[in-house]
């Protein structure tokens, strides 16, 4: 039997990088192109704490 969830059990990536929209510094933009955000290599790392 299949068991139905209220929430899904994985967060997309579109939900999980609009929850982040405005807390990444603009220093961790590379480039905007077509009014997207380019992130530089490691954004993540950094945003987590295991880099400066």
């Known amino acids: 039997m299949a068991t139905a969830y209220?929430?899904?059990r994985w967060p997309s990536p579109v939900r999980t990088t609009a929850r982040?929209?405005?807390k990444?510094?603009?220093?961790l933009i590379y480039e905007i192109m077509d009014s997207k955000p380019i992130y530089r290599k490691g954004y993540r790392d950094?945003?987590?704490g295991k880099k400066h």
Do not use: N, Q, R
């Open 6 to 8: 209220d929430t899904p």
């Open 20 to 22: 982040l929209k405005g």
């Open 24 to 27: 990444i510094p603009d220093s």
């Open 46 to 48: 950094v945003l987590s």
